[in-house]
């Protein structure tokens, strides 16, 4: 999902041209930009028609004519084209122009995970209609651009943090209007509400509210079911300036007994483990396995179903990814998210999740909400 209206105070040029050395260190001669946070990123537009290309150096932007004052003011270090055509097609049409004139340009990068058979299709048909189809080849890459992504900057982290505090501040909002009977839903409408009235832009994903028995479902969505005594998760994030904030925290409503308390303890002290193991040069993997390790002291590890966290910027879901398998190293400029869960079905679940920054000397807690187990 795409997140935010509007990137501000961006270095687009700079951005753009590690891209281009990017390219030309992989013998890449053009690139079809076609995916919409890769484009925000590298030029600044929001709007959800654009193609961005690129030919030896020659930045150019697509759009048609709905987003002509928009392009206007956003796009940054490249050329604003608009046409009666989609997008695509008039990309296409002059990248074939131009591997007509040039015989040196053949080598065309597609972000392979962005791109649909139909989109290749496209491409290639419309650049065949103008240059023969042995002049170039389609070369599918990943992770182009979501390289350059996974580092922030320091405009990116003052972003991050406004969004990260705006989603914070609503918390104690919500524990005030949380109350038995009030349905999941409805739950879920009063944290949009006070976000969107606090500043977001938007929220950075639908908000989950899982009660009672279904705060055992990781992922559930908001239902008509009434709050009543037990567990209630609460996953939400907002968008600020074009970036994502995540964050969980689980009350409890009513009386809670030991058990129950001791469940809550645990995924905390899963928690803990896991940020104090998040350090540049650490593989994603060795901090997923310090979380579990406490989890499987407690006899609880079978309960934890996920990963332990990922990336968050422009999108909700980026790199790294921390779980078993997981080898790549982290560094500072890393955004994650730490968020061990335990889920017991027919009884309840507990997740606790904050975004963390890696530094060079280990990581700041950017999430300032309080994970004392609150309780109703």
Sequence with gaps: ????????????????????????????????????????????????????????????????????????????????????????????????????????????????????????????????????????????????????????????????????????????????????????????????????????????????????????????????ARIGRGFVVLDYGVIVGGYCSDMTRTVWLGRADRAMRNLYAAVLEAQLAGIAAVRSGVEAQQVDAAARKILRGHKLDKYFTHSLGHGVGIEIHESPRLAKGEMQKLEAGMVITIEPGVYVAGKGGVRIEDMILVTDTGCEVLTPTSKELVIR
């Design 1 to 224: 999902m795409f997140c935010g209206h509007a990137i501000h105070q961006m270095n687009h040029l700079a951005r753009l041209k590690k891209l281009q050395t990017q390219l030309e260190r992989d013998r890449l001669d053009a690139v079809f930009i076609l995916h919409g946070a890769n484009i925000r990123y590298l030029c600044g537009f929001t709007g959800s028609s654009g193609v961005l290309s690129c030919c030896r150096g020659d930045w150019e932007f697509f759009t048609d004519g709905r987003y002509t004052e928009q392009a206007k003011k956003q796009v940054k270090g490249a050329r604003i084209r608009v046409d009666a055509v989609p997008p695509i097609a008039s990309a296409a049409r002059l990248m074939g122009a131009k591997l007509k004139r040039s015989r040196s340009v053949s080598r065309i990068a597609i972000e392979r995970e962005h791109v649909t058979l139909a989109m290749e299709a496209r491409l290639s048909s419309e650049l065949e209609r103008v240059a023969s189809k042995s002049r170039f080849r389609m070369i599918e890459t990943v992770g182009l651009v979501e390289r350059l992504r996974i580092k922030k900057d320091e405009n990116e982290l003052d972003q991050i943090r406004k969004s990260v505090n705006l989603a914070s501040s609503v918390f104690p909002e919500v524990l005030r209007v949380l109350k038995p009977g009030e349905t999941e839903n409805s739950l879920a409408a009063e944290v949009e509400y006070l976000a969107r009235r606090a500043g977001a832009e938007k929220m950075s994903f639908d908000t989950i509210v899982a009660s009672g028995s279904r705060s055992a479902l990781p992922h559930a969505r908001p239902s008509l």
